[in-house]
């Protein structure tokens, strides 16, 4: 019989939403990337109380490791290159690198679907009623396209990721995508038809992203998908102000990714290097994010 495991390891990366974000809650479709930046968990076997060592600070951090983890007999360190309430998916890498590192513990692999049910309950702590999209591509990579249906139901299939990298703009604001997608519920039935058109604009992005689109053909659709998301509440002058500057320094197209409130803006640029500069030069921090691959 082999010996106890006493270390396990996980890691996943965040997301970026290139459209369907509040429209996917209620059942529209949704496009979003996993992006190079990770979290982290290492767990080991210790005598005594639950240890957290952490490089993050959230006050819902010891309630998503009660979900899965015993309060005694173990040390959970977490190091992670993602920004919470930022729109990049911190909450969703949290828990799939939580659950790959309690499966490597266990010594018994964990796969996709047992990931995405699992995910959820670690999700709900952080914003009350996910829609599953950021812990699933957190745990496939790559770009996928999601929709979860009234019953529960969810589709998702791999699709082509952009074969450029899109720019992130940082508000430097966090928003609180539990408060966020309340508020959007609360705005029901008004909005459903701007809703309903976001979830259009998810399957032009799609179609898209199919036919090996470029950063001028997606420019126009992130553009309409912020306008959609001013529509339903969820901008701010902030986030507002960041598109503007994408777009004047050159992007085809920008849009707030996430919950919005605070967070990022993405923007699809032929070339990065002008809304980079513009951004230093404003004082806002932005980079480049590559698309994390397919996981194995
Ligand atoms: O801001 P984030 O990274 O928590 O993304 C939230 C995306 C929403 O569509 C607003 C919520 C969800 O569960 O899909």
Known sequence: ???????????????LILAGEHAVVFGHEAVAVAVDRRTEIWLRRVEGPRRLVADLRDARLND???????????????????????????????????????????????DFAACHRDGFAIERVFHGTPSGLDHAVSARGGALRYR?????????SPLPPPRWPLVVLDSGAAGDTGAMVAGVRSRRPAIDGALEAIGAVSAAVIAALQ??????????????NHALLQQIGVSTPELDALVTLARQAGAAGAKLAGAGGGGVVIAACADPAPVLAAAAAAGVSAWAAPVAPPCA
């Open 211 to 224: 036919a090996g689109a470029g950063p001028e053909a997606l420019g126009p659709l992130l553009n309409q």
């Open 148 to 156: 979860r249906g009234p019953d529960g139901a969810v589709e998702l």
């Open 1 to 15: 019989m082999s010996a106890l495991r006493t270390e396990g390891y996980g890691q996943a990366p965040g997301k």
């Open 64 to 110: 998503a490791l009660d979900v899965i983890l015993p309060k005694e007999g173990v040390e959970v360190s977490i190091r992670t290159a993602l920004p919470v309430g930022r729109g990049m998916g911190s909450s969703g890498a949290l828990a799939v690198a939580l659950l790959r590192a309690r499966a490597d513990l266990v010594g018994a692999p964990i």
